[in-house]
């Protein structure tokens, strides 16, 4: 039985024989690669011919990657904007300027981030946690500013003057409140990240408050979860 694609035979050799790959001649022509593959068996290709469809199946490998990479990063930003939305929506229905709110988050921050010796403190090398701490402290406590200390831990390759002045805007305090700056030495001669600003830890030294936002985190839990195994 003959092929419907038998009238386009000598067009395909035609095109292949000039170097064309299979792909290429498969588009043009609506023909199927089974079947182009069976009429181009006996076709030698030149050297150049076979070096220049290398090259060409190089570069459509680099753009199939670039238009992937595209594609994945349009697709993660819908994924990210969605998650966004349904975030705002949440907080929507939330009174976040609720203190029990409030303390219910520091409380789950202190839970996973907070030191748990015989102090209240938390160390991050993000500035809006930091800045969350800092100011809950003042806000739900009335600690006062010249009751809160701040160590900053830093590479080697960092300056602890600037890096003072930067974690004292982002906390809004004053450069009084530092402590004394610790270096990891190990860092030494390895580049930081410039946007790495080392970690900020921040002391107010009344352990009543870590005591009280253990104790918050942990019931919540426990009111979520309980734990089953003790019955």
């Not at 609720?98 to 988050?105: K, N």
């Not at 500035?127 to 809160?148: H, M, Q």
């Not at 610790?182 to 001669?189: A, E, P």
Request: hydrophobic content about 35%; charged content about 30%.
């Amino acid at each position: 039985m003959r092929s419907r694609f038998e009238q386009l035979r000598s067009r395909a050799i035609e095109l292949r024989q000039s170097g064309l790959s299979i792909g290429t001649i498969e588009r043009e022509l609506g023909i199927p690669r089974s079947t182009l593959s069976g009429w181009f068996k006996s076709i030698q290709l030149t050297m150049e011919q076979e070096q220049e469809l290398i090259r060409q199946s190089k570069e459509g490998l680099v753009r199939a990657r670039q238009k992937a990479a595209v594609w994945h990063t349009t697709q993660k930003e819908v994924r990210i904007e969605a998650a966004n939305e349904s975030g705002r929506r949440v907080l929507e229905e939330l009174d976040t300027q609720d203190p029990h709110i409030i303390e219910l988050a520091l409380a789950f921050l202190y839970l996973g981030e907070g030191a748990k010796g015989d102090t209240t403190s938390l160390g991050s090398s993000d500035p809006a946690i930091a800045r969350f701490f800092a100011e809950s402290l003042k806000r739900l406590y009335g600690v006062p500013f010249d009751k809160i200390r701040c160590y900053l831990h830093l590479r080697a390759d960092q300056n602890p003057e600037l890096l003072r002045s930067y974690w004292a805007e982002q906390l809004q305090l004053p450069e009084t409140s530092f402590g004394k700056t610790s270096i990891d030495m190990r860092t030494h001669g390895k580049s930081t990240y410039p946007h790495y600003k080392g970690v900020c830890a921040i002391s107010c030294g009344k352990v009543e408050i870590r005591r009280r936002l253990m104790y918050i985190a942990k019931s919540f839990c426990e009111g979520i979860a309980p734990d089953t195994s003790r019955t």
